[in-house]
């Protein structure tokens, strides 16, 4: 689940939040390159928003424990199922997403990729996907 879906924390004291796509979620997607963060809005990644109340909550030590770290020095790194919005462009030095919401009429993104370690925006080509009338 981790591979397809990236990391994640479970909301606090059983609660839930509905996304805009109407499902019931327990659990929200984590930045994990978030290094030593102490908020849930530190470490969120999704495009929808947590529980008012718990944007600005801290982090219990037993939810910091769960969090993957991975760092600045690691090698570069791609991912996707982010369904990210706008042009294409690292998330950090190493990691970029390459998930633009190309389903959706986004764009289908790709990275030239040569010697690097450190991902330059300039690299990143894409295609937008046009909705076909029928």
Known sequence: DRILRGTSLRLPDG?????????VRQFFRTKFWAGEPQRYDD?????DPLP???QYALLSEEEKE????YGPEEKPLFIGH???????????PNIACLDYSAVKYGRLAAYRMDTE???????FT?????????
Not at 15 to 23: C, E, I, L, V, Y
Not at 66 to 69: D, R, S
């Open 15 to 23: 609660r839930s939040m509905t996304a805009k796509d109407g499902m």
């Open 82 to 92: 982010y369904w990210m919005a706008g042009l294409p462009e690292p998330i950090v």
């Open 117 to 123: 370690t450190h991902l330059q925006k300039g690299k």
């Open 66 to 69: 769960q969090l993957l770290f």
């Open 126 to 134: 894409w295609v937008r996907v046009e909705k076909k009338e029928r």
């Open 43 to 47: 470490v969120l990644f999704q495009p």
């Open 52 to 54: 008012e109340d718990l």
